[in-house]
């Protein structure tokens, strides 16, 4: 079986601070993992994605994450938040089967 | 590109009443996704679709939901009888094989 867990429900900062959305997972076989967003009243998008390669991967937007194997983890990071960060954000991984397991996620609140 | 189409966006009924959702998944995407979001959830699978045959549909309550596929493309998600535990989202999400998933806004559904 497999699991994710975004341990922190919600993350208030302030804005351009940095930020961290801690993701750990669990799998027996080899995973791919994403980020996905939410804006309020509007569907997931995906953020982020590591497939395979360099273990550090980027988003359009500054958000970055680092896939270690050895940590089960996939932290997601942002040096300087903005206000329109403001959102809920979904850790996943894509494991046997093709099955995708979601996180519960995380509501980033940026303050003013 | 069109993206992942849910039909309707708002879905309020009383229970023991039925409700059906539709979904129109990205051109060419042969993997097709029903998930239910409680609220303060992540996403949690029902049923997963390639082409036309349901391949997991391990979480998806039989007593009272279903789904089908005939055509390997667009997909129906049944609720009969509707009961207050089922007021959720419900997103439809595609994807090409092994790749990453898209995500159509979603139905919110309120059973009263």
Known sequence: AQSVTQLDSQVPVFEE????????????????LFWYVQYPNQGLQLLLKYLSGSTLVESINGFEAE??????????????????????????????YQKVTFGTGTKLQVIP | EAGVVQSPRYKIIEKKQPVAFWCNPISGHNTLYWYRQNLGQGPELLIRYENEEAVDDSQLPKDRF?????????STLKIQPAELGDSAVYLCASSPPVETQYFGPGTRLLVL
């Open chain 1, 17 to 32: 601070a940095p930020v961290e959305l801690r993701c750990n997972y669990s799998s027996s076989v080899s995973v791919y």
């Open chain 1, 67 to 96: 896939f270690n194997k050895s940590q089960t983890s996939f932290h997601l990071r942002k040096p300087s938040v903005h206000i329109s960060d403001t959102a809920e954000y979904f850790c996943a991984v894509k494991g046997g």
């Open chain 2, 66 to 74: 279903s789904a089908e596929r005939l055509k390997g493309v667009d």
